[in-house]
């Protein structure tokens, strides 16, 4: 079954996280990076991707003529989704596993950062890639 | 340059909209369509449509690294029901796309116009933490 694990934060947490030392920055993406070649060797790992700064998201709604129409103003208190890991793993529990592991990944001084991680199956209906 | 494009619901979606067959029928094939027409552009790297809020959970490490899960969210949350990543040439080129997947029908065929995120996708970790 596959599953997304979404990591989520706020503009407020994202600020944080670019005032963090260079050597905490450092050891989380190590830990982050092992986590990836772990899932990779156990066939588990199906994709991962960190996204930009929400500073460069847009809305976009169709306008009745169909055209694109833009806004880039969000609340402040908006979670903003910072990046996802897909899985494909035989249980709920095993995914849910793989999150408590990212949850754990350390954050300033190597102390866990303890992020809440959302994870959900894919749907196994509708229009598919 | 990749993006990515996310349809977001409320937490009030818990299920299949409450549609006409037939308007479910066409906004699944509007999508369909959609995905067939950027395969052929080349221009779609993925698209995933994810199960309702009431199968998410949200995990936590507890001390010794078990897992706790937690499927309580508060009201306001939005959650996100699917995601298309496109590789295309231009954000405008994005934003188009999102636009088309904006209007898809509803129920009684009237487009939803619901908003649509578009962010820009990291080809990797920014330079200062690699």
């Known amino acids: 079954m596959k599953y997304i694990l979404l990591?989520?934060?706020?503009?407020?947490?994202?600020?944080?996280?670019?005032?963090?030392?260079?050597?905490?920055?450092?050891?989380?993406?190590a830990v982050l990076r092992s986590i990836?070649?772990?899932?990779?060797?156990?066939?588990?790992?199906?994709?991962?991707q960190g996204l930009a700064g929400p500073q460069e998201a847009k809305v976009v709604r169709g306008e009745?003529?169909?055209?694109?129409?833009t806004d880039g103003i969000f609340p402040e208190s908006k979670e903003f989704l910072l990046g996802y890991w897909v899985v494909d793993t035989a249980t709920p529990e095993r995914a849910y596993a793989i999150a408590a592991r990212i949850s754990t990944a350390p954050g300033p001084g190597g102390v866990p950062t303890n992020m809440p991680i959302e994870v959900r199956q894919f749907a196994t209906y509708g229009a598919k890639a | 340059m990749k993006y990515i494009l996310m349809m977001n619901t409320m937490k009030?979606?818990?299920?299949?909209?409450?549609?006409?067959?037939?308007?479910?029928?066409?906004?699944?094939?509007?999508?369909?369509?959609?995905?067939?027409?950027?395969r052929e552009a080349g221009e779609l790297d993925s698209a995933e449509g994810l199960s309702f809020p009431n199968q998410a959970r949200l995990v936590r490490a507890g001390k010794n690294g078990v897992p706790v899960t937690d499927g309580i969210f508060p009201e306001s949350k939005e959650?996100?029901?699917?995601?298309?990543?496109?590789?295309?040439?231009?954000?405008?080129?994005?934003?188009?796309?999102?636009?088309?997947?904006?209007?898809?029908?509803?129920?009684?065929?009237?487009?939803?116009?619901?908003?649509?995120?578009?962010?820009?996708?990291?080809?990797?970790?920014?330079?200062?933490m690699s």
């Open chain 2, 79 to 128: 959650f996100l029901a699917g995601f298309w990543i496109v590789d295309v040439d231009t954000p405008e080129r994005a934003y188009a796309i999102a636009a088309r997947v904006s209007a898809a029908p509803g129920s009684g065929g009237v487009p939803l116009n619901m908003p649509v995120e578009v962010r820009p996708v990291m080809s990797g970790p920014p330079p200062e």
């Open chain 1, 64 to 69: 009745k003529n169909g055209l694109p129409v």
């Open chain 1, 7 to 29: 990591m989520s934060g706020t503009k407020a947490g994202v600020d944080g996280y670019h005032a963090w030392s260079k050597q905490d920055i450092e050891t989380h993406m």
């Open chain 2, 12 to 38: 009030a979606g818990q299920g299949v909209p409450d549609w006409p067959q037939k308007d479910l029928q066409a906004h699944i094939a509007f999508m369909m369509k959609l995905n067939q027409d950027l």
């Open chain 1, 36 to 48: 990836n070649n772990e899932l990779t060797a156990s066939g588990e790992f199906v994709a991962t």
